[in-house]
C-alpha cells in the first residue's frame, strides 16, 4: 500500500489488535478500538489499573495490527512509541458511537463516564508501518 492508501485503511472503522511486551511473557496481545487521521497519532483508552494499562507508560513502543475481515485481504502493521494522557469524555463517547451505533454507543459512554475505574488516553506514534493489499493481486 501506499502511503495514502494504508493511513486511510486505518482510519476506517476497524478493529486493532495491539501488542505490549511484558516482563517474564509473551507479549500481551489484545483487541482495542481507536481513533487515527491520517498524518496523525492513533489513540485509544483504556483502564490505568488494567493488566494493558498497567504495562503501558511513556515511551514504551508497542506493536498494532488492522486488517479487513473478508477476502481479498488487507492489513496494517504499525510499531512505535506511546505517550500516555487524560482520556477526552467527547472523544469517548464518538468512539463508542463508532463502533457501537448511537444507541449501544450512548448506552457504553454513559457506563464509562459512570465508572469511576480510572482510564488513560494511549497514544501511539507510527514510526514502522508494514502493509498488505491482495486487493492488488493481479492488477496491472
Same mark, same amino acid.
Given at each position: 500500500?501506499?502511503?495514502?492508501?494504508?493511513?486511510?485503511?486505518?482510519?476506517?472503522?476497524?478493529?486493532?489488535?495491539?501488542? !505490549?511486551?511484558?516482563?517474564?511473557?509473551?507479549? =500481551?496481545?489484545?483487541?482495542?478500538?481507536?481513533?487515527?487521521?491520517? /498524518?496523525?497519532? =492513533?489513540?485509544?483508552?483504556?483502564?490505568?489499573?488494567?493488566?494493558?494499562? &498497567?504495562?503501558?507508560?511513556?515511551?514504551?513502543?508497542? /506493536?498494532?495490527?488492522?486488517?479487513?475481515?473478508?477476502?481479498?485481504?488487507?492489513?496494517?502493521?504499525?510499531?512505535?512509541?506511546?505517550?500516555? /494522557?487524560?482520556?477526552?469524555?467527547?472523544?469517548?463517547?464518538?468512539? #463508542? !458511537?463508532?463502533? =457501537?451505533?448511537?444507541?449501544?454507543?450512548?448506552?457504553?459512554? #454513559?457506563?464509562? #463516564? #459512570?465508572?469511576?475505574?480510572?482510564? !488513560? =488516553?494511549?497514544?501511539?506514534?507510527?514510526?514502522?508501518?508494514?502493509?498488505?493489499?491482495?486487493? &492488488?493481486?493481479?492488477?496491472?
Amino acid at each position: 500500500m501506499s502511503r495514502a492508501e494504508r493511513e486511510a485503511f486505518l482510519a476506517a472503522t476497524r478493529v486493532a489488535v495491539a501488542s !505490549i511486551a511484558e516482563p517474564g511473557r509473551g507479549p =500481551l496481545t489484545v483487541p482495542v478500538w481507536y481513533v487515527y487521521a491520517p /498524518g496523525g497519532t =492513533l489513540r485509544f483508552v483504556t483502564g490505568a489499573n488494567s493488566r494493558k494499562g &498497567k504495562l503501558l507508560r511513556d515511551g514504551v513502543r508497542i /506493536g498494532l495490527c488492522v486488517q479487513s475481515e473478508t477476502p481479498p485481504y488487507q492489513y496494517v502493521s504499525l510499531e512505535g512509541p506511546v505517550t500516555i /494522557g487524560t482520556p477526552d469524555p467527547v472523544e469517548n463517547r464518538a468512539t #463508542a !458511537i463508532r463502533y =457501537l451505533g448511537p444507541q449501544m454507543g450512548e448506552q457504553y459512554a #454513559a457506563m464509562l #463516564a #459512570a465508572d469511576p475505574e480510572p482510564t !488513560i =488516553l494511549v497514544e501511539l506514534t507510527p514510526e514502522r508501518w508494514f502493509s498488505v493489499d491482495y486487493t &492488488k493481486l493481479g492488477a496491472s
